[in-house]
């Protein structure tokens, strides 16, 4: 299915996994200077403001899921933190940047042992799994008791007039300059459209709660645009 389709007819299941593995494979190349793009440049921020959401020593072993090209890698590395990386598209891994050890797999199965990490981090790939509860559960698993979560992504403003710009600028600029500069406009207009997988905060933190953590809760920042979910391993 055309990752182009109505937000409602977004693609689901298999072919959803398989949908967004080939847009990353194709998009791995330019994928970092359009995310400085499309962010403003206020991308490196929001993943900064995740580092600094786990609140963990110095030392501490973290997984960065879904990590791309390795960007969250190198801020854990900033903090002192042994950061591993794991990502399903193997175009992304091999453009990643970073000397932390990376890993292909699906992040509904991890290849780690039970209670390996002191922390999860994740960034912008909560719209793109096809099960976010089955997600959630491998990370309950590999993360110790009191292990702490935190993943970014964006999100649709609360206020009228914040989503209005944004709706302007995701959904008119981004594809535009995808376009332009990416020469894909099928994957930037997929991404802007991608926020409609999520849930509302509320559930979106319910579901994690349900996998066994506590204290669950979604901050916003940057107009509402960008949402941060955290939560501790029970
Ligand atoms: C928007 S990119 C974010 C990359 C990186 N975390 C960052 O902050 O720039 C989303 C990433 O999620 C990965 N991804 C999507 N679904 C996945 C899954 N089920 N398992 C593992 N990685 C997945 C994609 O391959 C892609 O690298």
């Known amino acids: ?133 089955a997600v959630f559960s491998e990370c309950a698993r590999v993360l110790r008791e009191g292990g702490r979560f935190a993943a970014v992504d964006a999100t649709v403003p609360a206020n009228p007039v914040m989503r209005a710009g944004n709706a302007v600028w995701f959904r008119g600029a981004v594809p535009l300059l995808g376009r332009l500069l990416a020469h894909d406009a099928d994957a930037y207009q997929y991404l802007p459209k991608s926020t409609a997988y999520l849930p509302g905060h509320d559930e979106l933190s319910r579901k994690l709660a349900r996998a066994d953590f506590y204290d669950t809760r979604v901050d916003t920042f940057t107009g509402g645009s960008v949402l941060l979910l955290t939560g501790t391993r029970a």
């Open 1 to 133: 299915m055309s990752m182009t389709a109505p937000d409602h007819e977004l693609p689901q299941g298999e072919t959803k996994r398989v949908a967004v593995e080939t847009m990353f494979d194709r998009l791995a190349p330019r994928y970092d200077r359009m995310n400085r793009v499309i962010s403003l440049g206020l991308d490196r921020g929001w993943r900064r403001r995740t580092v600094a959401a786990l609140a963990l020593p110095p030392g501490s072993c973290v997984l960065d899921l879904a990590c791309g090209t390795g960007d969250l890698c190198n801020d854990l590395a900033q903090v002192d933190v042994d950061a591993i990386g794991v990502d399903f598209s193997a175009g992304m891994l091999a453009a990643a940047h970073t000397p932390a050890p990376l890993t292909r797999a699906d992040g509904a199965a991890l290849p780690f042992r039970d209670r390996s990490f002191d922390g999860i981090v994740c960034g912008f790939a909560l719209r793109n799994f096809v099960e976010l509860g």
